[in-house]
């Protein structure tokens, strides 16, 4: 299993992301499921339900989406705000998280709300 290392080049946040809490946790493999302290966090938190964003809908975010399904939270996939190194698999992805149970939402739809 692939594994990422904290403070190596690609593992920084992007400068203009606009931070919105001070709650960060860390991951050494795709999912964020795999952060004891994020696990630890949501379940204090009583948070029940996830919209997922990404930049590699057929690695993390696909490994996200399982584990937190596995343990039994509801899953939003934000369409729009998740993208693969292989393009071509968007719509494939979309369609795999539909049938694992999690929801297709866009920024239109959440605007909605």
Request: glycine share 6%.
């Given at each position: 299993?692939?594994?990422?290392?904290?403070?190596t080049f690609?593992?920084?946040?992007?400068?203009?992301?606009?931070?919105?809490?001070?709650?960060?946790?860390?991951?050494?493999?795709?999912?964020?499921?795999?952060?004891?302290?994020?696990?630890?966090?949501?379940?204090?938190?009583?948070?029940?339900?996830?919209?997922?964003?990404?930049?590699?809908?057929?690695?993390?975010?696909?490994?996200?989406?399982?584990?937190?399904?596995?343990?039994?939270?509801?899953?939003?996939?934000?369409?729009?705000?998740?993208?693969?190194?292989?393009?071509?698999?968007?719509?494939?992805?979309?369609?795999?998280?539909?049938?694992?149970?999690?929801?297709?939402?866009s920024?239109?739809?959440?605007?909605e709300?």
């Amino acid at each position: 299993m692939k594994k990422f290392k904290p403070n190596t080049f690609g593992s920084e946040l992007v400068t203009d992301l606009k931070m919105v809490s001070s709650n960060i946790f860390t991951k050494n493999i795709g999912s964020a499921c795999s952060s004891e302290h994020f696990m630890k966090f949501i379940k204090k938190e009583e948070i029940g339900e996830f919209y997922l964003t990404g930049a590699d809908a057929i690695a993390c975010v696909k490994a996200t989406n399982n584990g937190l399904l596995k343990e039994n939270y509801i899953v939003n996939i934000v369409s729009d705000c998740i993208t693969s190194y292989d393009k071509k698999r968007i719509k494939e992805m979309l369609d795999y998280y539909k049938n694992k149970g999690s929801k297709i939402v866009s920024l239109r739809m959440l605007g909605e709300i």
